[in-house]
């Protein structure tokens, strides 16, 4: 059964600070894997989508990295601003369309 | 283009009661995935459509139902409300049919339910 694990549970970080959030699976045969963002009492929007065959993915300042073989991934946020406030969710999906999902890292950003 | 829309938003239910949850997804998809997201927790796997029959079922009871009609839309019904069924229920779509895995999933903004 495939277990997502997201460290920390919590960060809290000045503006303009560089950042990872960490992401760990137990089973390495995935299709992909997605991090998503989560607004206070919202859905879910897709950020970054790593194919099991990439190593990473960048969209702005979100660098996304995958290493299938060891079960990891990470999610960069470069100059993080207070905007960027928000649960961070990470999620595999093992084929068919299903995601397993961690239980998200919250990060806050102070001004 | 329209993305992925649920309803109602939030609804307060009693103990027993049955609800009934919508959601049209994204246009060109032919997929719906529904999960429930307690708070402080990830989304779990509840049920998927495709072809308007369920596809792969995640763990939950039988009290958990669903439909998926011809233009896609799908339905999700929960019996028997229980305290611990509060949640937001998401529904997610994407494109099975497009042959492979790995396209991107699409979320709604849920559907708040209380229980009461």
């Known amino acids: 059964k495939q277990e997502v694990t997201q460290i920390p549970a919590a960060l809290s970080v000045p503006e303009g600070e560089n950042l990872v959030l960490n992401c760990s699976f137990t089973d390495s045969a995935i ?38 073989s ?8 470069a100059a993080s601003q207070p905007g960027d406030s928000a649960t961070y969710l990470c999620a595999v999906e093992g084929g068919s369309e299903k995601l397993v999902f961690g239980k998200g890292t919250k990060l806050t950003v102070n001004p | ?50 072809e308007e029959e369920e596809r792969q079922r ?27 069924d509060s949640a937001l229920y998401l529904c997610a779509s994407s494109l099975l049919s497009g042959g492979t895995a790995g396209n991107t999933i699409y979320f709604g903004e849920g559907s708040w339910l209380t229980v009461v």
């Open chain 1, 70 to 77: 060891s079960g990891r991934s990470t999610l960069y946020i």
């Open chain 2, 58 to 84: 995640g763990n939950f009871p039988d009290r958990f139902s669903g439909h998926q009609f011809p233009n896609y839309s799908s339905e999700l019904n929960v019996n028997a409300l229980l305290l611990g």
């Open chain 2, 1 to 50: 283009d329209a993305g992925v829309t649920q309803s109602p938003t939030h609804l307060i239910k009693t103990r027993g009661q049955q609800v009934t949850l919508r959601c049209s997804p994204k246009s060109g998809h032919d997929t719906v995935s529904w999960y429930q997201q307690a708070l402080g927790q990830g989304p779990q796997f509840i049920f998927q459509y495709y």
């Open chain 1, 31 to 68: 299709y992909n894997l997605q991090w998503f963002r989560q607004d206070p009492g919202k859905g879910l929007t897709s950020l970054l989508l790593i194919q099991s065959s990439q190593r990473e993915q960048t969209s702005g300042r979100l660098n996304a990295s995958l290493d299938k």
